[in-house]
């Protein structure tokens, strides 16, 4: 018979020594991945964009996770919808590009018609008692958060939004995210499994090793300390950082900045954080020389020499600059492949950023991540492979790793 899925986490559980990386089958199994996208990808509230990549009514893009598509579609100027991208006929997919504008949503394969709301508008010589109304697209759940987009494959409730994500309202829009612009966009389709990806992102121990010019543009000590979120470093390292981290706060919120982190322990639906805190003396911006390429963003009226990481969960991430924000989407797609799509974001008034200045970082930054965590992941598949102990500058790779096993808590319940 069978392994069920309880069972099979039950087995691989028992091998996880905490303190130290996953075993194999975590980061290569199909098993697994499908027990992932269930258990943990598919009931969580996911950032799918951003509304400045759907301006006008009908446009649209497809977001792909695992082996689902979903078409984020705007009715109208209040209204954006989200359907799976499957045909109510015989299952063809609706819209076979990733992006465009539609006045309507056309089947390829036999035309059948669907409108901005989802409702099958016309399906030709169908059988009188044939029920359009029964036959609209499928819809998926959808939010609308300070600009971003959330998406929620759950069938059935999903954790309540606001209760989850709503102490971030005040931070969201002082940083003027719901009328930021998109500037630009880029994919680094990884080949390597999410939960790597995510690990990576987690932990600023590599980045030393892995990113100089991620480096140029940070304090040491910060980096060490909180380099990957409130609680990513050794503890002496955030105590040393403290107090010029206290000074910075004391200084920006006199300027009318919300001060203050966000550390989501592992038994969190979402495992949220905020990380605010200073960038290299000096510099203005993230950018090669520290100036800005682009105009303030939000509420701000000066330059505070500081920056925001936030994540809404593991595999949606915000960096904010004073001038730009940076939209990380990691996606699983299969059990050894991740969608990394980077989205660069503007206040909604400026008028002419420097797209080349405000890529640089992370656009090589990014190219190095995918490049070690292919090679993680290729590691991993030997068959010489065994788990290998953590430092104290990846305590957030620890934090993801106890949230994660936490969502299949359920099975063994059951
Ligand atoms: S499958 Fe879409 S119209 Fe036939
Ligand atoms: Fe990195």
């Given at each position: ?205 590599h980045c030393q090793p892995a990113h100089p010019?991620f ?153 190095q991540d995918?490049q070690i ?42």
């Amino acid at each position: 018979m069978a392994e069920s899925r309880a069972d099979l986490m039950r087995r691989l559980t028992a091998d996880v020594r905490p303190g130290y990386s996953f075993p194999r089958d975590f980061y290569c199994s199909d098993a697994v991945f499908e027990a992932d996208i269930e258990e943990v990808v598919g009931r969580k509230w996911i950032m799918a964009g951003h509304v400045g990549q759907l301006p006008n009514k009908g446009d649209f893009f497809v977001f792909k996770v695992g082996e689902e598509q979903i078409i984020l579609i705007r009715e109208n100027a209040a209204t954006i919808n989200a359907f799976y991208n499957v045909c109510r006929h015989r299952g063809s997919l609706v819209c076979s590009v990733t992006s465009g504008n539609a006045p309507k949503l056309v089947c390829p394969y036999h035309a059948w018609t669907f409108g901005l709301d989802g409702a099958l508008l016309s399906a030709r010589l169908m059988p009188e008692d044939f029920d359009k109304k029964a036959n609209g697209l499928h819809p998926c759940h959808v939010r609308e958060f300070y600009g971003f987009i959330f998406v929620n494959l759950t069938a059935g409730e999903p954790d309540d939004f606001d209760a989850t994500f709503s102490d971030m309202a005040a931070i969201l829009d002082y940083h003027g995210f719901a009328d930021a612009k998109v500037a630009h966009r880029a994919s680094y389709p990884t080949a390597a499994n999410w939960k790597l990806v995510v690990e990576n992102f987690l932990e600023c121990y590599h980045c030393q090793p892995a990113h100089p010019e991620f480096c140029s543009m940070h304090p040491p000590e910060a980096l060490v300390a909180v380099g990957a979120g409130p609680s990513s470093g050794p503890t002496e390292a955030v105590e040393k950082y403290r107090p010029i981290l206290e000074a910075w706060e004391q200084r920006v919120a006199a300027l009318g900045r919300p001060v203050g982190n966000i550390d989501d322990t592992p038994d969190s639906t979402h495992l949220r954080l905020v990380m605010q805190r200073t960038i290299r003396e000096g510099y203005m911006s993230e950018t090669k020389d520290g100036s800005p390429a682009s105009t303030l963003m939000g509420k701000r009226t000066e330059w505070d020499g500081g920056r925001m990481h936030l994540g809404f969960g593991p595999m949606s991430h915000v960096v904010a600059c004073n001038d730009f924000a940076i939209l990380f989407q990691f996606t699983p797609r299969s059990a050894m492949m991740t969608d990394v799509d980077i989205s660069w974001i503007v206040d909604g008034r400026a008028e002419s950023p420097d797209v080349e200045k405000m890529v640089w970082a992370w656009d090589v930054t990014t190219v190095q991540d995918r490049q070690i965590t292919e090679d993680n992941q290729a590691g991993i598949r030997s068959s010489r492979y065994t788990p290998g102990r953590f430092s104290d500058q990846e305590r957030g790779v620890a934090n993801f790793q106890a949230w994660y096993l936490n969502q299949f808590a359920h099975l063994q319940a059951g």
